[in-house]
């Protein structure tokens, strides 16, 4: 998420950075406890009607009828909070948008250039939520946190430490992974919808009301990728053996240590 970037480089340094994310981590683990254990009661005490939608359980403890509306204090609350989140949430996808174009594709133009590629990526963004697939607002965060799933195992084998990692894990390994996450939930979602492609995708990628394994299909299928891409270029490179650099071991007439310059384990 771009806002939880836009906070590490806002942080002073690292020792903020890690108490911040702590803290923040306790606090929504907290909040998120509050809400479903008090949900929860409700559930228990009978006060949700079965046509409630469950993300409304909640508010059953504090509703008058088992219909749950949100026409008390909390349920007020509620709502202004939810239209700030909806309000924070674009606004980040914006700043995202915006960073991203203004320092790739549009590096060094003007700044009225950017403005307007950035409204014509919208457009799309516009259409796809007004269309039928989203029912509702809580699928477009569905689609946007499937992505970020599908890309969660290859950022994070991308961000190893060491130069052994890098060697392993390079961009072609975290884009294939990437695409392997996104394509096996598809595919998931197919084989679920009996083989049809538009039940099949709208199910894997909207429908799914946040079940946990279109959650695991893109994470397991992802490691798989990745995997198979650091296998790969670990084939190619043992194939082709080391490639010297400018100032190689071979250049200065020193031994090669063990694995170097190629996949080959070390002894």
């Known amino acids: 998420s771009e806002a939880v ?15 911040a994310a702590w803290l ?13 254990f008090v949900g929860f009661l409700a559930v228990w005490l009978g006060r949700v009607g079965k046509a409630v939608d469950s993300n409304l359980t909640f508010f059953a403890m504090f509703s008058a009828t088992p219909s749950v509306q949100l026409d008390s204090l909390p349920g007020l609350f509620a709502l202004v909070a939810a239209m700030m989140m909806s309000e ?59 992505i970020t799933v599908s890309c969660a ?33 598809s595919a998931y979602g197919y084989f679920r919808e009996d083989r049809h492609v538009g039940r099949g995708l709208h199910q894997a990628w909207f429908g799914n009301d946040y079940a946990m394994d279109y959650f695991l299909v893109p994470l397991l299928t992802s490691s798989m990728g990745v995997a198979l891409a650091v296998a790969v270029g670990c084939a190619w490179r ?30």
């Not at 906070?7 to 903020?16: I, K, P, T, Y």
């Not at 269309?131 to 699928?139: A, K, L, R, T």
């Open 88 to 146: 924070g949430a674009v606004d980040s996808l914006q700043n995202g948008i915006t960073a991203t174009v203004s320092s790739t594709v549009l590096h060094g133009k003007s700044l009225w250039a950017t403005q307007c590629l950035v409204l014509v990526l919208n457009v799309p963004l516009a259409i796809l939520g007004a269309s039928p697939w989203i029912g509702n607002v809580m699928s477009i965060f569905l689609l946007g946190n499937l």
């Open 238 to 267: 043992i194939e082709s053996g080391p490639r010297p650099g400018p100032k190689s071991n071979i250049e200065l007439g020193e031994p090669m240590s063990p694995g170097s310059g190629s996949c080959r384990a070390r002894t």
């Open 5 to 19: 970037w836009q906070r590490v480089w806002a942080s002073e340094n690292d020792a903020a950075l890690r108490r």
């Open 153 to 185: 195992v290859p950022l994070f084998a991308a961000l190893v430490p060491g130069q052994r990692a890098h060697e392993l894990v390079t961009e072609g390994s975290f884009i294939f992974g990437c695409f392997s996450g996104v394509f096996g939930l």
């Open 24 to 36: 923040g981590g306790a606090a929504v683990s907290a909040a998120v406890f509050f809400f479903g």
